[in-house]
């Protein structure tokens, strides 16, 4: 059974910077694409960023791009989602997720199998 534990959420100053983690197991954790989404209060789950098996390759939806920086390190089964100059429209519960499908297929929710519980991050202003 895939579990995905996601860490490191908290409460940040806009214009300061958090490092998520989220540790996987129960699967053979190569094979998956891995990306981080998010659900403010209000709004639907939005895809923040995701990376492909091997880490060569990311995306990162506009909001984002410049601000944060997602990594996979393979040897420890483990994503991280590094988020600098936090705005307050930051705030968001963040999940982590993974994907069996081809880097081509993970462009939304549904193309992801498992999902973490989610950690809640908070940036005032």
């Known amino acids: 059974q895939v579990e995905l534990v996601e860490l490191g959420g908290g409460l940040a100053q806009a214009g300061g910077s958090l490092r998520l983690s989220c540790a996987a197991s129960?699967?053979?954790?190569?094979?998956?694409?891995m990306g981080w989404f998010r659900q403010a209060p209000g709004k639907e789950r939005e895809l923040v960023a995701t990376i492909n098996r091997s880490g060569t390759a990311t995306r990162y939806t506009d909001s984002v791009k410049g601000r944060f920086t997602i990594s996979r390190d393979n040897t420890k089964n483990t994503i991280y989602l590094q988020m600098n100059s936090l705005k307050p429209e930051d705030t968001a519960v963040y999940y982590c997720?993974?994907?069996?499908?081809?880097?081509?297929?993970?462009?939304?929710?549904?193309?992801?199998?498992?999902w973490g519980r989610g950690t809640q991050v908070i940036v005032s202003s």
């Open positions: 129960g699967l053979t954790f190569g094979f998956y694409a």
């Open positions: 997720a993974a994907a069996t499908k081809g880097w081509t297929s993970v462009l939304n929710e549904a193309g992801f199998d498992s």
